[in-house]
């Protein structure tokens, strides 16, 4: 009974490829996220959900597409992958407005554009 | 523009001893900071936070310390554990309704040798 899961753990794929991460949780939260690490380490938001809305998109770029079919659910498809899209892309829920900022994060799904 | 910086990219010590992990900000404008913990292949976890009006908030083993005027944060861990082996973000809240959004740092891998 995994609070936030998503699928797959790993993808590799080849440069050009669309491919989709797909989210769910069952916390009962209202507002959904992606973010992305990077090589570099740092952990950073790409988008955020609230009830199906969107809210944030931080200037990603759009082939970059999330989906919200209901508050429970967050997929992201990602179209003609780059080198550069290799991450861990991470899922997270929240309460409303993050409260005091916590997060329930996913197990992180690990991208490898080759 | 890295708002939250945590300059130590790993910190080792013994178990029983105590850890302390550091980080800086830059905005002021941050209500809330807290520390996430994560161990490989598992998204991160919410470990303890602390509110910009206060300067410390203890929980067990740890105690979050902050300093407003030196915009500096820190975790101590004591006595720090094997378990206690993973990497630990840094992250600041800026509240503001449905657009609240977390900030994190790279992260620090801490060691704790038996």
């Known amino acids: 009974d995994t609070a936030v899961s998503q699928t797959p753990k790993y993808l590799v794929t080849q440069m050009g490829n669309d491919k989709s991460i797909k989210c769910e949780q069952n916390?009962?939260?209202?507002?959904m996220y992606w973010y992305k690490q990077d090589s570099k380490k740092f952990l950073k938001i790409m988008f955020s959900y609230n009830n199906k809305e969107l809210i944030i998109n931080e200037t990603v770029p759009n082939r970059f597409s999330p989906k919200s079919p209901d508050k429970a659910h967050l997929n992201l498809h990602i179209n003609s992958l780059e080198l550069g899209d290799s991450a861990v892309y991470f899922c997270?829920?929240?309460?409303w407005g993050l409260g005091t900022g916590e997060l329930f994060f996913g197990e992180g799904s690990r991208l490898t554009v080759l | 523009d890295q708002q939250v910086k945590q300059n130590s990219p790993s910190l080792s010590v013994q178990e029983g001893r105590i850890s302390i992990l550091n980080c800086d900000y830059t905005?002021?404008?941050?209500?809330?900071f807290l520390w996430y913990k994560k161990y490989p292949a598992e998204g991160p976890t919410f470990l303890i936070s602390i509110s910009s009006i206060k300067d410390k908030n203890e929980d067990g083993r740890f105690t979050v310390f902050l300093n407003k005027s030196a915009k500096h944060l820190s975790l101590h861990i004591v006595p720090s554990q094997p378990g206690d082996s993973a990497v630990y973000f840094c992250?600041?809240?800026?509240?503001?309704?449905?657009?609240?959004?977390?900030?994190f740092g790279k992260g620090i891998t801490l060691s704790v040798r038996p």
């Open positions: 916390l009962g939260h209202d507002t």
């Open positions: 992250a600041a809240l800026r509240s503001s309704g449905a657009n609240s959004k977390l900030t």
């Open positions: 997270a829920s929240s309460q």
């Open positions: 905005n002021s404008m941050f209500d809330y």
